[in-house]
């Protein structure tokens, strides 16, 4: 009986939900040159918040055995969200952003987690916005640079340049992932928690949407 990497499972159980994500009304626009660059800022000021949130949480997972092996500071991405919105927004940044509806469920949840010292669940959430980041987020940090102008300020948020080989992280990453000591059923609760970031990256860029239609 062949088994199957727990990488290549959770990838494979959890794409339809990778792909719906992706093909989000809002992000499909803003990936076309359909968007606009206030579209492109409000985005950016929803990862604050929850980025500000997971890597939080990853202070407090840094000495838990299950969680520190994902752990590197060359994915951190806090200094260049702030940078990046200094740039966009000016000097009073922090005063003119707001988290929506999603993503304040989005931090509760991580917050949740962080609270219950649930490694695996942290990891889930981990895995899915760096991974993403380093992935898909490469091809969104060209296309902003092509449609608005940006050199680095503006999309720093995509450029991981303590990374020289990106694929090669992900596998690395992915390896940890394999050797990770989860037993079935935690296996499938990390994967039900990736499906659930999933949505909860869905439901954000439908927020997006509904506040540029009332705007």
């Keep these: 009986m062949t088994v199957i990497p727990f990488s290549q499972a959770l990838r494979e159980r959890t794409w339809s939900g990778h792909g719906e994500s992706e093909s989000a009304g809002f992000m499909h626009d803003l990936m076309a040159g359909k968007g606009t660059r206030d579209d ?11 980025y500000e949130a997971l890597e939080s949480a990853a202070e407090r997972f840094a000495g838990d055995p299950e969680a520190q092996p994902f752990l590197s500071d060359q994915l951190t991405r806090m200094p260049a969200l702030e940078t990046d919105l200094q740039f966009l927004l000016g000097d009073d940044w922090r005063a003119q952003i707001a988290p929506l509806p999603t993503t304040e469920r989005y931090v509760a949840r991580i917050r949740e987690i962080e609270a219950d010292g649930w490694a695996g669940g942290f990891v889930a959430h981990h895995y899915t916005r760096y991974l993403g980041d380093l992935s898909g987020g490469q091809a969104i940090g060209r296309l902003m640079s092509r449609y608005f102008g940006f050199e680095t300020n503006g999309i720093l948020f995509y450029l991981f340049d303590q990374i020289a080989d990106p694929k090669a992280f992900k596998e690395t990453y992915r390896e940890q992932l394999d050797a990770a000591s989860w037993e079935p059923n935690e296996r499938e609760r990390v994967i039900d928690e990736v499906l659930y970031a999933y949505r909860l990256n869905t439901e954000l860029f439908d927020d997006l949407s509904r506040a540029k239609a009332a705007a």
Aim: charged fraction near 0%; proline fraction near 0%; glycine fraction near 0%.
């Design 40 to 50: 492109y800022v409000a985005l950016v000021a929803q990862h604050y918040f929850v």
